[in-house]
Protein backbone atom coordinates (compact mmCIF):
# COMPACT_ATOMS: atom_id res chain seq x y z
CA UNK A 1 0.00 0.00 0.00
CA UNK A 2 1.52 3.16 -0.76
CA UNK A 3 2.64 5.72 1.64
CA UNK A 4 3.56 9.30 2.01
CA UNK A 5 5.34 9.49 5.77
CA UNK A 6 6.71 13.13 7.00
CA UNK A 7 8.83 14.40 9.94
CA UNK A 8 9.07 15.59 12.34
CA UNK A 9 5.07 15.77 13.34
CA UNK A 10 5.69 19.18 14.82
CA UNK A 11 8.41 21.58 15.07
CA UNK A 12 8.90 24.73 16.96
CA UNK A 13 11.15 27.66 15.99
CA UNK A 14 12.36 31.12 16.25
CA UNK A 15 11.05 33.96 13.30
CA UNK A 16 14.30 33.74 10.99
CA UNK A 17 15.14 30.42 11.60
CA UNK A 18 15.41 28.00 8.70
CA UNK A 19 13.04 25.00 9.20
CA UNK A 20 13.21 21.93 7.86
CA UNK A 21 10.42 19.54 6.77
CA UNK A 22 10.92 16.13 4.92
CA UNK A 23 8.60 13.66 3.13
CA UNK A 24 9.18 10.00 2.05
CA UNK A 25 7.06 7.95 -0.50
CA UNK A 26 7.20 4.11 -0.11
CA UNK A 27 7.80 3.90 -3.75
CA UNK A 28 9.77 6.04 -6.25
CA UNK A 29 8.12 9.09 -7.28
CA UNK A 30 10.29 10.34 -9.58
CA UNK A 31 9.74 14.57 -9.17
CA UNK A 32 6.16 14.54 -8.64
CA UNK A 33 5.66 15.59 -5.42
CA UNK A 34 3.50 18.85 -3.97
CA UNK A 35 3.50 20.38 -0.43
CA UNK A 36 0.30 22.16 0.84
CA UNK A 37 0.29 24.70 4.04
CA UNK A 38 -2.73 24.54 5.80
CA UNK A 39 -4.24 27.00 8.40
CA UNK A 40 -6.36 26.37 11.45
CA UNK A 41 -10.01 26.91 9.80
CA UNK A 42 -8.64 27.02 6.72
CA UNK A 43 -8.23 24.89 3.15
CA UNK A 44 -4.73 23.68 1.98
CA UNK A 45 -3.28 26.18 -0.13
CA UNK A 46 -1.12 24.87 -2.76
CA UNK A 47 3.17 25.65 -1.99
CA UNK A 48 5.28 24.12 -4.60
CA UNK A 49 4.70 21.47 -6.89
CA UNK A 50 7.09 19.21 -9.12
CA UNK A 51 8.82 19.08 -5.47
CA UNK A 52 10.75 22.31 -6.30
CA UNK A 53 8.55 24.58 -8.40
CA UNK A 54 7.34 27.61 -6.38
CA UNK A 55 3.64 28.21 -7.07
CA UNK A 56 2.18 31.67 -8.20
CA UNK A 57 2.35 34.02 -5.59
CA UNK A 58 4.49 31.84 -2.98
CA UNK A 59 6.86 33.61 -1.02
CA UNK A 60 10.66 33.06 -1.86
CA UNK A 61 11.54 32.00 1.19
CA UNK A 62 9.88 28.79 0.69
CA UNK A 63 11.60 26.19 -1.35
CA UNK A 64 11.44 22.14 -2.10
CA UNK A 65 13.84 19.68 -3.26
CA UNK A 66 14.26 16.28 -3.98
CA UNK A 67 13.21 13.36 -6.63
CA UNK A 68 13.10 9.72 -5.92
CA UNK A 69 11.30 8.82 -2.50
CA UNK A 70 12.99 11.54 -0.41
CA UNK A 71 11.59 15.32 -0.72
CA UNK A 72 12.35 18.33 1.40
CA UNK A 73 10.32 21.97 2.11
CA UNK A 74 12.48 24.71 3.36
CA UNK A 75 11.39 28.08 5.13
CA UNK A 76 15.04 29.57 4.85
CA UNK A 77 13.48 32.58 7.42
CA UNK A 78 10.53 31.86 9.21
CA UNK A 79 7.95 34.28 9.68
CA UNK A 80 5.25 34.47 12.06
CA UNK A 81 2.50 34.20 9.29
CA UNK A 82 4.34 30.86 8.25
CA UNK A 83 3.04 29.41 11.34
CA UNK A 84 0.58 26.10 10.01
CA UNK A 85 0.45 22.48 9.38
CA UNK A 86 2.20 21.68 6.20
CA UNK A 87 1.32 18.30 4.03
CA UNK A 88 3.31 16.59 1.34
CA UNK A 89 1.04 14.84 -1.53
CA UNK A 90 2.44 12.05 -4.18
CA UNK A 91 1.65 13.63 -7.28
CA UNK A 92 2.71 10.63 -9.42
CA UNK A 93 0.12 8.43 -9.92
CA UNK A 94 -3.78 8.84 -10.36
CA UNK A 95 -5.44 7.05 -9.27
CA UNK A 96 -4.81 7.15 -5.88
CA UNK A 97 -3.58 10.35 -4.16
CA UNK A 98 -2.08 9.94 -1.36
CA UNK A 99 -0.96 13.18 1.57
CA UNK A 100 1.28 12.48 4.02
CA UNK A 101 -0.08 13.11 7.93
CA UNK A 102 1.36 16.56 7.84
CA UNK A 103 4.11 18.09 10.05
CA UNK A 104 2.83 21.44 12.58
CA UNK A 105 5.21 24.18 12.28
CA UNK A 106 4.71 26.89 15.56
CA UNK A 107 6.61 29.87 16.39
CA UNK A 108 8.58 29.75 19.64
CA UNK B 1 -11.44 34.29 -9.94
CA UNK B 2 -12.52 30.85 -9.99
CA UNK B 3 -14.13 29.72 -6.89
CA UNK B 4 -14.89 26.41 -5.44
CA UNK B 5 -17.86 26.07 -2.86
CA UNK B 6 -19.37 22.71 -0.81
CA UNK B 7 -23.27 22.49 0.10
CA UNK B 8 -25.72 20.13 2.27
CA UNK B 9 -26.34 19.03 5.38
CA UNK B 10 -23.65 19.28 8.61
CA UNK B 11 -25.58 16.28 10.33
CA UNK B 12 -25.85 13.11 9.49
CA UNK B 13 -27.47 9.71 10.74
CA UNK B 14 -25.09 6.85 11.35
CA UNK B 15 -26.25 4.86 8.55
CA UNK B 16 -27.64 7.10 6.54
CA UNK B 17 -26.30 8.44 3.51
CA UNK B 18 -24.38 11.95 2.48
CA UNK B 19 -24.86 14.62 0.25
CA UNK B 20 -22.66 17.18 -0.66
CA UNK B 21 -22.67 19.68 -3.62
CA UNK B 22 -19.51 21.67 -5.46
CA UNK B 23 -20.87 24.23 -7.62
CA UNK B 24 -17.76 26.35 -9.43
CA UNK B 25 -17.86 29.44 -10.58
CA UNK B 26 -15.59 31.94 -12.31
CA UNK B 27 -13.92 29.40 -13.62
CA UNK B 28 -13.41 30.81 -17.14
CA UNK B 29 -14.27 27.18 -18.66
CA UNK B 30 -11.94 25.10 -16.59
CA UNK B 31 -15.07 22.83 -15.79
CA UNK B 32 -15.50 21.76 -19.03
CA UNK B 33 -11.29 21.20 -19.66
CA UNK B 34 -9.48 18.12 -20.11
CA UNK B 35 -7.10 19.59 -18.14
CA UNK B 36 -9.23 19.40 -14.59
CA UNK B 37 -10.29 16.78 -12.67
CA UNK B 38 -13.11 18.07 -9.68
CA UNK B 39 -12.44 15.90 -6.31
CA UNK B 40 -13.52 15.25 -3.05
CA UNK B 41 -10.76 15.27 0.04
CA UNK B 42 -11.69 15.08 3.50
CA UNK B 43 -10.10 15.41 6.93
CA UNK B 44 -10.55 14.42 10.45
CA UNK B 45 -8.40 14.60 13.10
CA UNK B 46 -7.18 11.13 13.12
CA UNK B 47 -6.72 10.39 9.59
CA UNK B 48 -5.19 13.91 8.05
CA UNK B 49 -6.00 14.71 4.80
CA UNK B 50 -7.67 11.66 2.89
CA UNK B 51 -8.57 11.46 -1.09
CA UNK B 52 -12.13 10.31 -1.67
CA UNK B 53 -12.12 10.40 -5.69
CA UNK B 54 -12.02 13.02 -8.71
CA UNK B 55 -14.28 13.30 -11.45
CA UNK B 56 -13.73 15.12 -15.06
CA UNK B 57 -16.07 17.15 -17.38
CA UNK B 58 -16.23 13.98 -19.26
CA UNK B 59 -17.76 12.01 -16.11
CA UNK B 60 -14.65 9.66 -15.62
CA UNK B 61 -14.40 8.82 -12.48
CA UNK B 62 -11.74 7.81 -10.02
CA UNK B 63 -12.38 6.75 -6.19
CA UNK B 64 -9.65 5.87 -3.32
CA UNK B 65 -9.78 2.09 -2.97
CA UNK B 66 -10.47 2.57 0.69
CA UNK B 67 -14.28 4.03 0.07
CA UNK B 68 -14.57 3.24 -3.09
CA UNK B 69 -17.72 0.27 -2.13
CA UNK B 70 -19.65 3.45 -0.65
CA UNK B 71 -18.97 6.33 -2.51
CA UNK B 72 -20.66 7.87 -5.62
CA UNK B 73 -19.45 11.11 -7.29
CA UNK B 74 -21.25 12.39 -10.34
CA UNK B 75 -21.32 15.49 -12.46
CA UNK B 76 -24.08 17.97 -13.38
CA UNK B 77 -22.81 19.99 -16.25
CA UNK B 78 -25.59 22.15 -16.97
CA UNK B 79 -25.13 23.78 -13.34
CA UNK B 80 -21.29 23.73 -12.74
CA UNK B 81 -21.51 21.03 -10.16
CA UNK B 82 -20.02 17.71 -9.41
CA UNK B 83 -21.60 16.00 -6.31
CA UNK B 84 -20.36 13.18 -3.84
CA UNK B 85 -22.67 10.90 -1.94
CA UNK B 86 -21.28 8.53 0.78
CA UNK B 87 -23.49 5.73 1.65
CA UNK B 88 -23.48 3.58 5.34
CA UNK B 89 -22.18 6.71 7.26
CA UNK B 90 -20.69 6.16 10.81
CA UNK B 91 -18.77 8.17 13.16
CA UNK B 92 -15.77 7.40 11.27
CA UNK B 93 -16.99 9.84 8.45
CA UNK B 94 -16.74 12.83 10.60
CA UNK B 95 -14.97 15.07 8.67
CA UNK B 96 -14.26 18.39 6.79
CA UNK B 97 -15.59 17.36 3.46
CA UNK B 98 -13.45 20.04 1.06
CA UNK B 99 -14.48 20.11 -3.18
CA UNK B 100 -11.28 21.53 -4.85
CA UNK B 101 -9.93 21.59 -8.38
CA UNK B 102 -7.52 19.19 -9.27
CA UNK B 103 -5.16 19.55 -12.56
CA UNK B 104 -5.04 16.52 -15.15
CA UNK B 105 -1.92 16.59 -16.46
CA UNK B 106 0.59 13.85 -15.56
CA UNK B 107 2.91 14.30 -12.89
CA UNK B 108 1.25 17.16 -11.79
CA UNK B 109 -2.21 15.73 -9.87
CA UNK B 110 -2.39 18.29 -7.47
CA UNK B 111 -4.94 20.60 -5.93
CA UNK B 112 -4.99 24.14 -6.93
CA UNK B 113 -8.32 25.55 -5.77
CA UNK B 114 -10.20 24.20 -2.29
CA UNK B 115 -13.63 25.35 -1.43
CA UNK B 116 -13.54 26.76 2.53
CA UNK B 117 -14.61 22.80 3.10
CA UNK B 118 -17.82 21.79 5.42
CA UNK B 119 -18.01 20.12 8.59
CA UNK B 120 -20.07 16.89 8.80
CA UNK B 121 -20.53 15.30 11.96
CA UNK B 122 -22.28 11.72 11.65
CA UNK B 123 -24.83 11.54 14.80
CA UNK B 124 -28.06 10.30 15.80
Known amino acids: DFQMTQSPSSVSASVGDRVTITCRASQPISTYLVWYQQKPGKAPNLLIYTASTLYSGVPSRFSGSGSGTDFTLTISSLQPEDSATYYCQQANTFPPLKFGGGTKVEIK | QLQVQESGPRLVKPSETLSLICTVS????????????WGWIRQSPGRGLEWIGS???????YYDPSLKSRVTISVDRPKNQFSLKVNSMTAADTAVYFCARQSAVIGHYYFDYWGQGTLVTVSS
Open chain 2, 26 to 37: GDGGSFSSNNYY
Open chain 2, 55 to 61: INYGGNI
